[in-house]
C-alpha cells in the first residue's frame, strides 16, 4: 500500500522543513530506500540532534557536517540499526564528540533479503532510550516512541515543540514496511501501529519517502492493509495446504520481481502471527488451517 508521494529530493542539500527540522537525502537509493535514507537535523539554535544518520558514505557524512555547521552536536539519534540508517553514527561522534543516544544495539543474522546485510555491528549506543525518556537541547525536546515490528529495537522520536513525529522504517512516505522474521514480528508491528494511531502527531517524517500530513488516516489505512492480507492468507488456506511462494504468486500480482522475495518474508510473518494465536499449523515448508 503506497502512501504520499513527492519528487526526489536533491542529495546532500539541506532541506528546510520547519523551523526546527531540515532533512540531508544520503545517496543510496534502491528498491527498499526509495529515494535514500532521509537524516534529519533538530534545532534551530546553538545545538543539533542527528536523527538517523544513514550509511558510512563520505559525501553523506560531509553534507551533514556542512549543514551542522557551527552547531554542537547534542545527540546522534537512531531510529534502529539496519544498514541504512547507523553506521554513519561511528564516524560522526569521532568528528563532532556527540553522544549516539537512541535505539538498543541489535545485530543478527536476517533470513529475509536485502539489497545489503541487514544490521549494523558497529553500531554502539552511549546512552539507550526506553520508551517515553527525553533528550533536550536549544529550543527542542525529542521523545522517544517505542515501535518494535520492523525491527525488535525501533524507536520513533516525538519533536514535542511541533508534533512531529520521526517515524524511521515504522511508518514510510513512500510505501508500507517490510516486516521480516525472526526480529521482525508483525504482532508487535500492528501494536505499535496501534499505539501511533492513538496519538495526535501533526506530521511524519519517515526515514523514506515524502512527510505525512493525515497521519492517523493513513495509520489507518496501513492497518486496515494488514489486516486484509491476513484474511487473503486465510482464504489461501481455505483450499488446503500450500508453500508461501504459491500464496505470494497469488496475492502480488503484477509485483517488481525485486521485491518478491520480500514479499514472502511479509506473508512469513503473518503466518507466524497466526500460528502464535492458533490459527495455522507449518508442516514440510507448507501452511494449513488449524480448523
Known sequence: MASQKEPAPPVGSAETLEPLVRRVLA??????????????LVGAGKDVAVIDPGPDEAEHLDALLAAIGDAEVAAICCTHTHRDHSPAAAPLKQRTGAPIIGCAALNLESIGPRGDAPFDPTYAPDRVLADGERIAGDGWTLTAVATPGHTSN??????????ALFTGDHVMGWSTTVVIPPDGDMGQYMASMELLHGREDAIYYPAHGAPVTNTRQLVRGMIGHRRQRERQ????LEGGAKPIPEMVEAMYVGLDSRLVGAAGMSVLAHLADLERRGEVVSTNDTWSLTN
Not at 492468507?233 to 489461501?236: A, E, G, S, W
Open 27 to 40: 545517496d543510496n537509493p534502491s528498491a527498499f530506500t526509495l529515494h535514500g535514507t532521509q537524516t534529519y
Open 154 to 163: 525501533h524507536l520513533c522520536f516525538a519533536l514535542e515543540e511541533s508534533g
Open 233 to 236: 492468507i486465510l482464504r489461501q
